[in-house]
């Protein structure tokens, strides 16, 4: 009976203990705040109300509401230089991984609609 005891303890601590990152996995979601700051040069191009294609005779998509684990995987591609659009690359290679976050965590809570 004691034995038990001495082995089921250290196992419940385990436990407690990897339930704690859990509640700070907020993080990862990225900060709107911060991203709206960086996004102002893409507007130059995504558009600015909106951000609706600003030039008619040039597909720019539209990336205002588009979902936030898109966002973040097309930005790190572009970075990677996984897509080669050689514009959007060197927008990609100008962001951290965290200012993706944050942008994808802006742009992901603007209405699409507009
Ligand atoms: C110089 C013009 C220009 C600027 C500035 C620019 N983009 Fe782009 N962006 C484009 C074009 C053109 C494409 C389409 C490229 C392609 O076909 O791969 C694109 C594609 C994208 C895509 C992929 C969309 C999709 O549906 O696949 C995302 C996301 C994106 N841009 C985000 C941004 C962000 C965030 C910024 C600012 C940090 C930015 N862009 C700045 C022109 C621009």
Redesign the pocket.
């Known amino acids: 009976m004691q034995k038990f005891a001495s082995v089921c303890r250290p196992a419940l601590f385990a436990a407690a203990l990897f339930a704690v990152p859990a509640l700070a996995a907020d993080v990862s979601k990225g900060d709107p705040k911060a991203g709206r700051a960086?996004?102002y040069?893409?507007?130059?191009?995504?558009g600015v109300t909106g951000y609706k294609n600003a030039y008619p005779n040039?597909?720019?998509?539209?990336?205002a509401g588009?979902n936030f684990d898109?966002?973040v995987a097309?930005?790190t591609e572009?970075k990677k230089g996984e897509?080669?659009?050689p514009?959007?690359r060197a927008?990609?290679q100008?962001?951290s991984d965290e200012d993706?976050r944050n942008?994808?965590a802006y742009?992901s809570s603007l209405s699409a609609s507009k």
């Open positions: 960086l996004v040069t893409c507007g130059g191009c995504h040039y597909h720019v998509p539209r990336i588009q898109y966002l097309a930005l572009y897509r080669s659009h514009t959007m927008q990609g100008s962001l993706i942008v994808a742009l």
